[in-house]
């Protein structure tokens, strides 16, 4: 197994299955009384975040403390980043203390790629600018795959803020190396130069997808990365590219809706798609806790 986990391209089809099955049989010890492994007892997971966080560093703490590692939990507010200390300077520090595994999100595309180059432990992409998010595609895959079985030629559909989204280019391609078909469909302006290069397909008509749709990926419209007007107004934007009950019902009846939260509700999606019986944002968040368990036991594992 791989020693980082930077990309999701780090992950071929066999190591991404790999991952999936192990997170079925971490979800598994989520029934139990005592949902604790003694896999990591004695190392050290440290988490790193310099952007917010709501559930990546919630799920990696859980995940890290289910399989009994130590947590070190560490937010750029209030550490000495603050007073102007460098990433290279903080890696060496957690360097010093022992850390086996640094779990880091980070405004700047590429910063995990840079850490990795500092320390000795594992490094863990939780996100880095508009960059990757590769264990939310791990999770977003293993949704998939508990909902509609095989992953291969099923057709998903990722609609919205394509341009900030880091969730949309590991899942791209995650997808791809698991041979699913990707449609992704966004406002011209939100759509990146060069996607034409990636393995899916662009449509800026969500209508006509839709019904040809496994599974629909909305996503958050990023407002803190737009310097500028993408769009004309949030009530058109939800206009043509938000999932609202009418357009829900142009799915078809097996199909699942999914969205990496936080959610702007009534933006890219109502209510009423985001609560219905379709939805699997909640089960993508519980999914998190077993497939990061499943990503920390395997890269730890091959580095002793
Ligand atoms: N939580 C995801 C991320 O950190 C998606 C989002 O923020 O919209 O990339």
């Given at each position: 197994m791989i020693q980082h986990l930077l990309s999701a391209s780090d992950l071929d089809a066999t190591a991404a299955t790999l991952i999936l099955d192990t997170a079925?049989?971490?979800?598994?010890?989520?029934?139990?009384?005592?949902?604790?492994?003694?896999?990591?007892?004695?190392?050290?997971?440290?988490?790193?975040?310099?952007?917010?966080?709501?559930?990546?560093?919630?799920?990696?703490?859980?995940?890290?403390?289910?399989?009994?590692?130590?947590?070190?939990?560490?937010s750029a507010k209030g550490s000495s980043v603050s007073k102007g200390e460098s990433l290279k300077d903080t890696a060496l520090t957690l360097q010093?203390?022992?850390?086996?595994?640094?779990?880091?999100?980070?405004?700047?595309?590429?910063?995990?790629?840079?850490?990795?180059?500092?320390?000795?432990?594992?490094?863990?992409?939780?996100?880095?600018?508009?960059?990757?998010?590769?264990?939310?595609?791990?999770?977003?895959?293993?949704?998939?795959?508990?909902?509609?079985?095989?992953?291969?030629?099923?057709?998903?559909?990722?609609?919205?803020?394509?341009?900030?989204?880091?969730?949309?280019?590991?899942?791209?391609?995650?997808?791809?190396?698991?041979?699913?078909?990707v449609?992704?469909?966004?406002?011209?302006?939100?759509?990146?130069?060069?996607?034409?290069?990636?393995?899916?397909d662009v449509s800026f008509d969500l209508d006509r997808v839709l019904p040809d749709a496994d599974a629909v990926m909305m996503l958050r419209v990023q407002k803190e990365r737009m310097g500028e007007a993408y769009f004309p107004s949030a009530r058109e934007y939800s206009r043509r590219y938000g999932l609202d009950g009418p357009r829900m019902r142009r799915l078809p009846g097996h199909a699942i809706v999914m969205h990496p939260g936080p959610m702007n509700r009534g933006m890219e999606i109502t209510p009423e798609v985001a609560d219905s019986a379709r939805s699997t944002i909640v089960e993508q968040v519980a999914n998190g806790v077993a497939v990061r368990m499943a990503v920390l036991y395997h890269l730890l594992g091959s580095v002793k």
């Open positions: 079925t049989e971490m979800a598994a010890m989520a029934d139990r009384d005592v949902k604790k492994l003694p896999t990591l007892r004695g190392r050290t997971v440290v988490n790193l975040f310099y952007e917010d966080s709501t559930r990546t560093r919630i799920s990696f703490e859980a995940a890290a403390k289910r399989l009994s590692a130590d947590v070190i939990n560490f010093a203390m022992g850390a086996d595994a640094v779990v880091i999100r980070h405004p700047a595309s590429g910063a995990p790629h840079r850490l990795a180059t500092w320390i000795a432990g594992s490094v863990l992409n939780a996100g880095d600018g508009t960059h990757e998010h590769p264990t939310q595609a791990l999770l977003d895959a293993y949704t998939l795959r508990s909902r509609l079985g095989e992953i291969a030629g099923r057709h998903v559909v990722i609609v919205g803020d394509v341009l900030h989204s880091r969730v949309a280019r590991s899942n791209v391609v995650l997808l791809d190396t698991l041979g699913a078909k449609t992704l469909v966004a406002p011209p302006t939100l759509v990146p130069v060069g996607a034409g290069a990636w393995p899916a």
